[in-house]
């Protein structure tokens, strides 16, 4: 059964607490981390720290919701080595954190190819740190997801990624493929499907040539394949709403755009927990 949760990226100034009433009014199953507090590297949060983590744990846990997924804003592109490094230990710190509240994944960048460099050699670059923050983190039990993104959405450059570090996974991100270049969620999910551990849904309307986020349904992007190919791949992960309010300050905000999606799986996907029998406002 797919789980349900949406991105704190929708909400990116809110509270823990704002965000866990809201997931559990609308019947979500858990919430993927991004920001909170307008802040991305969460380790740094007061919540977060040893005096307080117990507490976290516990409100997290009392909620009746789980973290999907704890994302970072780790990418792995620069040509400079001390940048790489310094994106591998907030990983690692990111790791540790997320080991912390029972998140079953980090989520890392590759991510674009710079002017000064090509394709080949940056990817060189993210194998070189996925393989030491994978080293650096082994132990934590907490995976490595490496969204697709960027120069490294499509099937074809996120492949030779995957077969140089088999011990890192994939946040699906089938719109990124969309929008950069065409590629449908068939072409870009199936040739990946086993590496799949977390997938991203929104949907993305072009205006005056700039994709920008609409309310899901109302765009271009081709959700309902979206779902034959989850159906398809016997896909039972997390599913997670990303509205990406952060960036498009002025699209609405999160307390319709949360809701919305969540009436909306309801109403056109079948295979999904929130169309199980629950009481609204009490989590999975």
Known sequence: MIKVSFSTLACPSWTLSQV???????????VELRFLRGEDSLWKLSEFQKSQIADTRRTIADSGLRISCLDTSCRFDSPRLADRQAWVSEGVRMAELAQEIGAPGIRVF??????????????????????CLARQTDKSGVE????THGDFCCAADVQPVLAACPEIA????PVSAFVEAGEKPEQNGLPLHSAIRHVHIK???????????????????????LGRVLSEIGYCGWLSFEWEKKWH??????????PHFAQWLRSNWQTHSLNQARTPGVGA
Not at 110 to 131: F, K, N, Y
Not at 144 to 147: A, D, K, Q, R, S
């Open 20 to 30: 866990l009433a809201i997931a559990q009014r609308e019947a979500y199953d858990g």
């Open 110 to 131: 590759g991510d674009r190819v710079p002017p000064e460099s090509d394709r080949e050699m940056t990817r060189a670059w993210i194998v070189d740190s996925l393989h």
């Open 144 to 147: 490595i997801w490496l969204e």
């Open 170 to 173: 994939l946040v699906w991100d």
């Open 203 to 225: 949907d993305v309307r072009n205006v005056n040539s700039r994709w920008i986020p609409v309310l899901t349904g109302a765009g271009e992007f081709p959700l309902n394949d």
């Open 249 to 258: 300050p002025l699209i609405e905000e999160p307390e319709i755009a949360i």
